[in-house]
């Protein structure tokens, strides 16, 4: 189950993307020093203007080419997502989700090929059942199901990845900012 | 047939297939050094096995040594501990054929800290334990006292499904008779449920802000087998091994999900864990949720694929976009 040998695809974004916060940069440059997550004090510097992170995790094969195809098509969709290519929907451990919601991203979006469009004929088949686990689990656990979202975006479906971000940034907006792993003060 | 039956009929398979060379190793139960306790036996040595014992205390799951051990294995295993060795048969982590198993219809294992809890006295205290159909008998300062079988028994026997071992080469006994109580071993569970999810939250921070990280309930687990877990890793590192309550809740989390499909509810995890976290609320609600969404039961069919690695194409997709 547990995965060796690559680099974390959250710690290699953290130097892809200009609009990290901080905290991230930080852990990305010294993988394997202790790092503070003070994200009460990250909240409270942001309060007046709060936006909701959200992480999406998008196929290679389709839903990346989806995301690409909303861009060249001029479509318009919140700048609310960061964006992680994975090989395959498949790929995506349940292990990132819970990651990125500890790093303090308020929701995590894994997007793949339509069901029976897989370019690995069964990726999409078992991720499905793994989100549906997490997703069931975590909402056991306490943590909002919504703050775990899942599509299938297929490479020509541009107009239907920007309407997935647009409807789950504004999903993400009344749950309000994830403060789940934040110490108490 | 009673334990001191099945315990002779035990010895003597057990020295009959280390002599013929059947098996390299036998795994088992001795007494252990406190009373009403029972430790693990692995031996070589046929002397050995006049120490191997049969009674209500016996709770360890030994097929978590299976994956450790090389050779053939003769091993003990009650019904929980079957599934629990066909689990690993189905992750190719055991071989069918190099393992002889020794079934054991198991009645449910008695919980020490429920007997104490009733009598409000310390283990060391009482004289005897005896365990008769549905009733414990429990001698204390030369009188008897008279239990419920549902009062002293752990909470996952009470949940327990399957009290015969589903997959044995030699059966001990009858299949045994259960004595369930399925709502009692689900009062947790049931009281989490009913919480918002912010009181589950903090419940949990809690309970997690207890946890040493000791791992003891990683080692217990028959069904966490990997060379190297998640946790030990340093690059990436997922997280820190300081014991603080976000890498503790994280560290579960992630292992629940791991073992989901595996875990047959040995209760295990929650019994060896040294600060008392209720861990069978977690691996029990998924075991549940395994059987709601995929209608996959854990160690029940050794030729089935493990439930996250296989897929049907009807699904449930209700949550995605």
Known sequence: MTRRGTVSPIIRMSTNIATTPAYMVELGSSIGSIYILDLAEVRVKQESEWEPKLLGFLCKWCSYAGADLA?????????????????????????FILKALRLGFDGVLVSGCHPGECHYQTGNYR??????????FLEYMGIDPQRIQAS?????EGGKFAEVVAEVTKELKEIGANQLFADEK | MKNREMEQRLRHEAKTW??????DYVIGFEPGSLKFTTTPLITKDKDDIDRLVINPFMVNNLSVYLTEIKGRVGIVAKGCDSRSIISLIQDNQVVREDIIIMGIPCPGLIDLSKVELWLGR???????????????????????RNFSATEVLFDNCLSCEFPTPQEYDVLLGETSSLVADKIASRDKIKKLEGMTSEQRWEFWKGEFNRCLRCYACRSVCPSCFCKQCFVDESQP??????????????????RNIHVAGRCTDCGECERICPVNIPLRSLTKKMYELVGDLFHYQAGMDKSAPPVLTAYEYTDAEDFIR
């Open chain 1, 71 to 95: 861009g060249t098509s001029r479509k318009k969709y919140p700048a609310n997502i960061r964006i992680i290519k994975v090989p395959c929907s498949g790929r995506v451990d349940p292990l």
């Open chain 1, 127 to 136: 991720a499905r059942r793994r989100i549906a686990i997490t997703k069931k």
């Open chain 1, 152 to 156: 299938w975006v297929s490479a020509s």
């Open chain 2, 18 to 23: 280390l002599e013929e060379g059947k098996v």
């Open chain 2, 122 to 144: 310390d283990r060391d205290e009482l004289d005897d334990i005896t365990r008769d159909g549905d009733r414990v008998v429990i001698m204390v300062d030369g009188k008897e």
């Open chain 2, 237 to 254: 590192q997922w997280l820190l091994p300081v014991p603080r309550w976000q890498d503790n809740l994280m560290f579960q989390i992630i």
